[in-house]
């Protein structure tokens, strides 16, 4: 048996999933899923292929039309050199182009410096290629950002790379500028490669910029980009992602992962992803605006429904509100047994019908911490918030939050 495999973990959100599945109208602010439906250029896009009887094989890496879409995407909105179609792959989401990644580039005993916290599937993928993750903490003092002389300290003479993910899962930071350019001075000095998840790239709140480690000056060729459909156009169901990287061996190595694996992505998803590519991009913006407003429904919310229970800023990208915990929260405060962020998940979804997940899954610096999904309606964020009050009305006040502006409509 593949025994390598029992030391890749499960995600806690497994455990989550069935513990959800016992309580009735739970409110489902646990999965990274939106509540939008993908736009209709996606659907009549995938419509048509069915007509037209686009439903047999198509080339391993990706639909000829689409790998053209993309580049030409890299190259204009993430200012990627990419120089040929053939540079681009067409995955099954973003957590397949992970691991098609990891599969190429790493070898048993190589290291992987990772953020701590981190999403779950990074560190599992990593293991999953018999190398090793070496976790690197992002700070709240630093909105959930490097200290960049300890990331340059977790470099040994066995890191292969570092992957980075901004806007980041699970706390919505977003890297700066200087900080991606300092990132990728350090790979370039240490002759590491660059694992640039960007999942959340059209995510990104109050000014914040995301800018692609491929786009920096001589980047691209020690940077493996990693993409999805799923948050930007809400195509989370459909599992569409893909990777860009120039190096020619190391594609070669993920195209054969890609065939082993998938042989080719659904041609019906790919043409999908051809109408989301070629049509209006409204909606995209329209998500976004209609996020931001989320968020600051639920953060103006939750600091009068939870009193002094979470504490947190507002984040500057991707959907989730990554909250402190109050450490003398009881029951059973401070007593041996499970984890506050644990405790804390198992109440909220057991007395309180509220989906979530403990910080520790993401993470021994996730301890403490616990996270929510905003990306639901309005409705449903609403009814978590009275749920909240009503398990947490007797604390007094304690007011940790910065209080966003009000939110038009709500």
Not at 187 to 206: N, P, Q
Not at 218 to 241: H, Q
Not at 269 to 298: M, N, P, T, W
């Amino acid at each position: 048996m593949g025994h390598y495999l029992d030391n890749v973990p499960f995600s806690g959100i497994i455990s989550i999933r069935d513990m959800m599945y016992t309580v009735k109208n739970p409110f489902r602010l646990g999965p990274g899923d939106v509540s939008f439906d993908a736009p209709d250029t996606v659907k009549a896009a995938m419509r048509r292929a069915i007509d037209e009887n686009c439903s047999h094989y198509h080339q391993t890496t990706g639909v000829p039309k689409l790998l053209e879409l993309l580049a030409e995407k890299l190259r204009s909105r993430n200012r990627i050199p990419v120089g040929d179609p053939s540079e681009v792959m067409v995955t099954t989401g973003g957590i397949h182009a992970l691991y098609i990644a990891c599969q190429a580039l790493l070898e048993p005993g190589d290291e992987v410096v990772i953020p701590d916290p981190t999403w779950p599937p990074c560190a599992g993928n990593v293991r999953a290629a018999r190398a090793i993750p070496v976790p690197c903490p992002l700070h709240e003092r630093l909105a959930w950002r490097y200290d960049l002389d300890e990331l340059a300290s977790k470099i040994t003479p066995n890191t292969r790379a570092i992957y980075i993910n901004s806007p980041h899962n699970p706390t919505g930071g977003v890297l700066t500028r200087e900080d991606v350019e300092a990132i990728a001075a350090i790979a370039a000095r240490h002759g590491v490669w660059l694992l640039s998840d960007e999942a959340y790239e059209d995510v990104i709140f109050d000014g914040a910029e995301h800018v692609s480690p491929a786009s920096l000056t001589g980047m691209y060729e020690r940077t493996i980009s990693l993409y999805t459909f799923s948050k930007t156009y809400a195509m989370t169901g459909l599992r569409l992602g893909y990777v860009a990287a120039q190096d020619p061996q190391l594609r070669e190595r993920m195209k054969k992962a890609l065939f082993y694996t998938a042989s080719n992505v659904s041609s019906v998803v790919q043409f999908g992803g051809i109408g989301a590519l070629e049509g209006s991009q409204a909606s995209v913006s329209a998500y976004r605006d209609e996020l931001k407003a989320r968020r600051d429904l639920f953060y103006r919310g939750i600091t009068d429904a939870a009193s002094g229970t979470f504490t947190g800023e507002p984040p500057r990208g991707a959907f989730y509100a990554f909250l402190r915990i109050d450490p003398g929260w009881g029951p059973a405060a401070g007593e041996p047994g499970p984890s506050l962020s644990w405790r804390m998940t198992e109440y909220l979804i057991s007395q309180g019908r509220i989906g979530c997940v403990p910080g520790v899954d993401f993470g021994a610096n996730g301890e403490g911490y616990i996270r929510f999904c905003f990306a639901r309606d309005r409705g449903e964020l609403s009814g978590a918030l009275d749920s909240m009050r009503a398990l947490f009305s007797s604390r007094p006040a304690r007011n940790g939050f910065a209080t966003p502006a009000p939110v038009p409509g709500s």
